[in-house]
């Protein structure tokens, strides 16, 4: 039997629902401006375009990163916009609703490419969506920040106009099953890896798979289901291996189903390692005293110490976030705060008035590629070559860990708020 949770009940537990975010007219209709990719004509207004899933199966993921994107938008506004040469000019978002669907989300950037005459994109909260908006990007030249897809396939590709402010999940999942060897105490020897057969997924588990192998875990399970799979027949599998680790490679619904599906085996493994959704504070509203002990995995976290002259410190972030929205950021919220960050500091640098040439936009982009900075979010640079091309290589990633409902850095060791729990509390 599942223990699905319906969407609309988990999005009212984040606060997504009432009185989050639904987005106005304003920033989902057609706003004017020039056709043609963006390019010539005078504007009062910088437009930058978004393509999110605001409904469909990845709406509460899409709707955290368009308040991420909004907080920066909204931030600069109130401190009378961005400054392009003497002048100050707005920041107009124009956000498209992709449904939660590649194809339409590919659609959605090319309207706002060709119709609404934005002059930069924001990416999509899935990896799924971003890889069909790249080629729509290059074919416009117009940059696109991504400040939530995490799967590796979209660097590999190199996508010459295409930036992301995390981390490829392959890096981050692989590192932190080393750091759950280096912590726990007795040492695990053995995993099982399971994920949703779809894009960022199924690159977390086979992250997770790699970094056990280079731990010497032995990997007793691995397997790939369909991401509305029952998973009470996986759990099940899983369970009767009896691993040390159970690691879990899904988005954040499919995340608290599985526990709840390990909790009905009867079987409680020494640790359960997930990915995003457990940072958000609608996990552990979801699963109560279940979620104590699950791990996960983070690049920020609202008390790091890092700071910038827009937001302030993380805790300022942090504070100005659940203002705005009641309820607390989680990485990718900031992450998409920050990829508006990136984008401030190269148009500012350009110095060029909206809207911009296409021939503006190639120099916009040859900016954000040469990105160096400190921001709120830690630091951001563009790797230039290789598998992880326009990846921001630089931050390093948190192993953290459900405690007493809080989210807790547990290593490396200089970023740990605590001490490892280790083995898993019963889960039943």
């Known amino acids: 039997m599942s223990n699905y949770i319906p969407r609309r009940v988990f999005l009212a537990r984040a606060g997504l629902l009432a009185g989050g975010v639904v ?5 989902l209709a057609a706003c004017g401006g020039d056709t043609g990719g963006g390019g010539g004509g005078a504007s009062d207004t910088f437009k930058v375009g978004a393509v999110l899933e605001l409904s469909g199966e990845s709406a509460t993921g899409g709707q955290i990163a368009q308040r991420g994107y909004q ?56 990896s799924g969506v971003q890889l069909a908006m790249d080629p729509i990007c290059a074919k416009y030249r117009i940059p696109c920040i991504a400040g939530s897809a995490e799967s590796p396939n979209v660097w590999k590709n190199q996508p010459a106009f295409t930036y992301g402010v995390i981390p490829a999940v392959d890096t981050t999942a692989a590192r932190a099953m ?52 029952d998973l009470a027949p996986v759990a099940q599998v899983v369970a009767a291996q009896r691993p040390d680790i159970v690691a879990v490679g899904g988005h954040d619904v499919l995340l608290v189903d599985f526990v709840r599906a390990m909790a009905a085996t009867g079987y409680t493994p020494k640790a359960i390692i997930e990915h995003y959704g457990i940072t958000d504070a609608s996990f552990s509203q979801a699963l109560g005293r279940q979620a104590d002990g699950v791990m996960g995995i983070s690049v920020w976290l609202p008390n790091a110490s890092f700071s910038d002259d827009l937001f302030g410190s993380a805790a300022d972030y942090a504070k100005a976030f659940q203002d705005k929205y009641g309820s607390a950021p989680d990485y990718t919220a900031a992450g998409c705060s920050a990829a508006g960050r990136v984008l401030q500091a190269a148009v500012e640098k350009l110095g060029e008035s909206p809207s911009l ?13 040469q990105t160096d900075m400190q921001t709120f979010y830690g630091p951001i ?9 326009h990846n921001n290589t630089a931050l390093s990633p948190m192993l953290v860990q459900i405690q007493g409902g809080q989210v807790k850095a547990i290593a490396p ?6 001490q490892i729990i280790y083995p898993l509390p019963p889960l039943t």
């Not at 987005?23 to 920033?27: D, E, M, Q, Y």
């Not at 960022?200 to 731990?215: K, L, M, Q, Y």
């Not at 060791?413 to 605590?418: I, K, M, T, V």
Request: contains cysteine; hydrophobic residues 40%; charged residues 20%.
């Open 23 to 27: 987005a106005a007219p304003s920033l």
């Open 71 to 126: 907080l920066w938008a909204d931030t600069v506004n109130s401190k009378g916009g961005l400054q392009i040469g003497d002048q100050k000019y707005n920041v107009e978002l124009i956000v498209q609703d992709c449904k939660s669907d590649p194809g339409t989300g590919a659609d959605a950037a090319s309207r706002l490419a060709t119709e609404e005459g934005v002059n930069a994109m924001f990416g999509a909260y899935t």
């Open 178 to 229: 080393q750091a759950i060897v280096d912590t726990a105490n007795p040492k695990p020897v053995s995993a099982a890896v399971v994920g949703a057969n779809e894009p960022f997924s199924d690159n977390t588990a086979e992250g997770f798979r790699a970094g056990a192998e280079a731990a010497n875990l032995n990997v007793v399970h691995y397997s790939l289901f369909p991401p509305n799979a």
């Open 357 to 369: 040439s296409e021939d503006a936009r190639g120099k916009l982009n040859d900016l954000i590629a």
């Open 381 to 389: 640079k563009f790797a230039t070559e290789g598998d992880h091309f």
């Open 413 to 418: 060791p200089d970023s740990a708020q605590g």
